[in-house]
């Protein structure tokens, strides 16, 4: 359960931008230009003003934010529900670069400082560029969900998407494939299970039905396709189960989603990224939703990239974002969290 929960008047949602050069501002301003969305919450933007102003005109949407430059106080800002803190910027590549790397790296940790010092209850984040990260030197992490767990402190951190149709936790997330044998532990598989089971009661499943995936075609195929969901998957269900989570497995990943679509499971552990994401896309691609489990406080993301191919061009579908927003705004309002 989120740990960090400032009392503030009203809820405050930390936002960062994402790569200014993607479509980050774009699915932004489509989001936030609904008067009813901004109406639930008060969203502080960490990004480019300018980037939020070529977004808006792209789209044909009056600009619905107030600007100050990064470093003044937010305090004169109150009144407003979207305030976009200006790092300042303009003309960027719609290409990964070490530039656009290096301020959607500060984006973000601006964003996580204020849920740090209880300025905020949640954040949102809009999508990086892992390639410009790697441009600006940040190789440190390959993604967000590494990113957060050490700014944040966390023990572990669990990579979870949310979908109207289906439910997936990843015990693996940004390794190569060849590494997964060496990296996936009975720990991992545990920790993914544990905290998808309790991501999933404080989304509303009181007592949530989690199905584990194999790591091997067929589940092992009882040891003939390899050993570790005998010797790494079926311990860490067992496990989950002494702590009285109802999880069951290791099952072949070529047939345990459509049990899940066919509501028989509220969630699916996967092995790995590919594993996992690839169903989530195919079937909800426009509205599913990452959400970080683990954190102190929420944490979502539309469940897609930067799209630079189409960055600039009044092209993208806000609907992922849209669906981050609406679900970390819920979370935090809800008496459970």
């Known amino acids: 359960m989120p740990e960090l929960a400032p009392k503030l008047p009203k809820r405050v949602i930390a936002v960062s931008m994402g790569d200014p050069g993607g479509i980050g501002p774009e699915v932004l301003v489509k989001a936030l230009s609904d008067r009813a969305r901004r109406g639930q919450a008060r969203y502080i933007i960490h990004g480019s003003a300018s980037a939020m102003q070529d977004a808006a005109s792209q789209a044909d949407i009056s600009p619905f934010w107030w ?10 800002s109150e009144s407003h529900d979207v305030v976009v803190i200006d790092h300042g910027g303009q003309d960027f590549a719609h290409k990964p670069s070490r530039d656009n790397g290096l301020l959607s790296h500060v984006y973000v940790t601006d964003a996580v400082k204020m849920c740090i010092a209880g300025q905020a209850h949640a954040l949102v984040t809009a999508p990086i560029s892992k ?6 030197g940040k190789t440190r992490h390959p993604g967000h969900t590494e990113l957060l767990g050490e700014l944040f402190r966390a023990k572990r951190v669990g990579m979870f998407f949310e979908s109207d149709r289906l439910r997936v936790i990843l015990a693996t997330v940004h390794i190569p494939l060849l590494d997964i044998r060496n990296a996936l532990t009975i720990g991992k598989v545990f920790d993914a299970i544990d905290l998808g089971n309790d ?3 404080h989304m509303g499943i009181d007592e949530p039905r989690i199905a584990v995936c194999g790591l091997n075609p067929h589940a092992g195929e009882n040891g003939m396709m390899g050993d570790e969901e005998s010797r790494l998957i079926e311990p860490a269900i067992e496990h989950a189960k002494r702590n009285g989570i109802d999880a069951r497995g290791p099952f072949p990943a070529d047939t345990v989603f459509n049990q899940a679509i066919a509501g028989k499971f509220d969630l699916v552990v996967a092995m790995y990224h590919d594993q996992g994401l690839i169903p989530i896309k195919l079937l909800a691609w426009d509205s599913a939703v990452n959400v970080t489990c683990g954190l102190p406080i929420w944490r979502t993301s539309p469940d897609h990239g930067t799209a630079f191919d189409i960055a600039g061009k009044d092209k993208a ?3 992922s974002m849209t669906s981050a927003i609406d679900l970390v705004v819920k979370l935090v309002a809800s008496p459970a969290n």
């Not at 600007?67 to 004169?76: K, R, Y």
């Not at 390639?131 to 600006?136: C, G, I, M, S, V």
């Open 67 to 76: 600007q100050i430059p990064l470093g003044s106080t937010i305090s004169a």
């Open 131 to 136: 390639e410009a990260w790697k441009l600006a």
């Open 199 to 201: 991501a999933c009661k």
């Open 317 to 319: 579908d806000a609907g």
